[in-house]
Structures are given as C-alpha cells and as structure tokens.
C-alpha cells in the first residue's frame, strides 16, 4: 500500500486477494481507478473510509496466512507475558493513567483468542506485582477496580466455559482487598473442573516471595517428616511453588521495549526463551503476538547443552 496526495494506491499480487478487490470494487468504482501490469492489480482509491476498510481487510489476509503457516509448526505450550506500558501508552495518547490500564485489560481478552486460535494451552500473564503496591493511592484504587470486575465478569464468560478454561489466580492473594480475594476464590472454584486450557493471572505476585513461601513449606514438612531431605529436587520444589501443575514457560513476552524479567516467575524462567517486544501493551496487535511466536519458532531451544 501507497499513500500519495492524490490518493492510496493498494497493489494486490494473490489471486484470492485480486478476486476479492475487483468484487468490492465493481459496486463503488467511481471512487477508485483500477491498472493492472502483469501479476500486479493496482487501485488508486479517492475514499479514506475505503482506504482504512482495505488496510484492514489487507492485514486480516496477511494474519490469517500467518496464523497458517505458524501452525505447521511446534506451537508454545505455554506462553507468559510481562504486560507492560499502560501508563505511557496513556500519556502518549493524552489519555488518563486509568484509561491505559482499561485498554490493556482489554487486550487480555484479545491475547486469549489469539492463544486459542493458534492451540496454545496455557497463558499467564502478569497482572500487577507486589512491586505496584507502591504506587499512588488513586492508581492502586483504579488498579484494584479492574482487578475485581474483570474477576466478576469471568465467572459468566461463556468463551470461558465454551473452551472449558481453568483460570488460576496466583500470587500472595491475602494482600488483597477482601471482595478481590472472594471474588478470587470462586473463579477458581468455578473453573476448576476444566483443563483444556489454563489461564493463569498473577496477582499481587513476586517471584522471590514465591520462591519464600515455597522454602518455608519445604521446611514445614521436612520437620513433620512429610518430606525427606534427600527427596528434595527441582521436581519436589516446583510441586510448592504456586504453579504447580503448570508446565515452566516456554517463551516470555516482555512489551514498551523494557528488558527485564521484574522479579517474575523467577525459578520458572530458567530455559525459557525471551521476546521483547518494543510496542505498548495496550497497542501490542495479533501481527506482533504473531511475529513473537514465529520467532520463538525460528529459535532452537538448548536448555542448558
């Protein structure tokens, strides 16, 4: 695609494609001048509606070739992402801190439709640290909001039960507001007959506390005699830790361009592989989830050989 002064010019080279343009325009072809040069079907299009319809029926086309040619290959077990660039996608857009944080919520919803179209079973994301406790008071409140009604709202979500999704919420949940941790509870409760797939929300989360929590437990039992000292190994230590059950990620999406893991899931990370991607995570689209999986595709995994 070609934007000019006079107008855009869109080339079309696949014949689906071509077939598609010359339908469409066939009806308004007042507002768009059509060439055609060996295998290179052009149009100037007059119209800035119908620009904006084909630059997104263009990148349909491209993701759904995309999302073919991804799938002849290993497709990630389990993917986890460091959602991050709320507050400054917000203030680029001359949009409140809140309403950064709304969009990227949304985009959560978005990032499990892409998980299950493309067969990856398990996603976990990365929801607010122990770290954002920090924050301004307003924030956290706003923050705190979010948390609670998208909670509510996925008891109900019929994608939920229709793909029979088991919803985990990890993280040090005591440290949460009363109604939050509720609300928590029956999710899981909810969701716990399924396993087809498995969406994990980190909450109130750090992956050093988590690894406390777990040593603590260890120690419980190896005083109780539950647990023998020379039984422990990293298989036994995972079985404490707060995913356990889950399989340790595959790849790690970090998003804003920032390069670090943020004290997550720390003993997970161990052979995972890493993306980062520099677009805003209430920005982040399926072209640059899809180019993160292709990549990770491209990558051979060696786990320490």
């Known amino acids: 695609m070609y934007e000019n002064p006079g107008g855009t010019e869109i080339t079309f080279k696949n014949k689906s494609l071509k077939r598609f343009a010359r339908k469409k325009f066939n009806k308004i072809g007042e507002i768009a001048i059509q060439s055609e040069i060996g295998n290179n079907l052009t149009f100037t299009i007059y119209n800035s509606k119908l620009s904006r319809f084909f630059r997104e029926k263009i990148n349909e086309f491209k993701n759904i070739k995309l999302v073919e040619r991804i799938k002849k290959d290993y497709i990630p077990k389990h993917i986890a992402i460091i959602m991050d660039g709320n507050r400054r996608y917000a203030k680029q857009a001359g949009l409140k801190a809140t309403k950064g944080h709304q969009i990227g919520k949304d985009k959560i919803e978005e990032t499990l439709d892409w998980c299950l179209e493309l067969g990856i079973k398990n996603l976990t994301v990365y929801a607010f640290s122990t770290e954002n406790f920090k924050r301004s008071p307003d924030e956290i409140r706003e923050l705190m909001y979010l948390c609670r009604t998208e909670l509510d709202k996925a008891k109900s979500d019929s994608r939920i039960h229709k793909n029979k999704i088991k919803i985990n919420v990890i993280g040090q949940l005591e440290s949460l507001p009363k109604d939050i941790q509720q609300s928590a509870k029956e999710l899981i409760e909810k969701t716990e007959m399924y396993g087809d797939n498995i969406l994990t929300i980190a909450l109130a989360y750090g992956g050093r506390e988590e690894i406390i929590q777990a040593i603590k437990h260890i120690a419980e039992d190896v005083k109780t005699e539950k647990l023998k000292i020379k039984d422990i190994n990293e298989g036994s230590v995972s079985s404490y830790l707060y995913t356990n059950g889950l399989p340790d990620p595959d ?45 990770y595709q491209q990558r051979k995994r060696r786990f320490g050989k």
Do not use: C, M
């Open 251 to 295: 790849l790690i999406l970090r998003t804003s361009g920032e390069e670090r893991i943020s004290n997550f899931l720390l003993w997970q990370v161990a052979y995972s592989e890493f993306y980062f991607s520099d677009v805003y995570w209430p920005a982040f689209g399926k072209k640059d989830f899809l180019h993160a999986i292709e990549t």
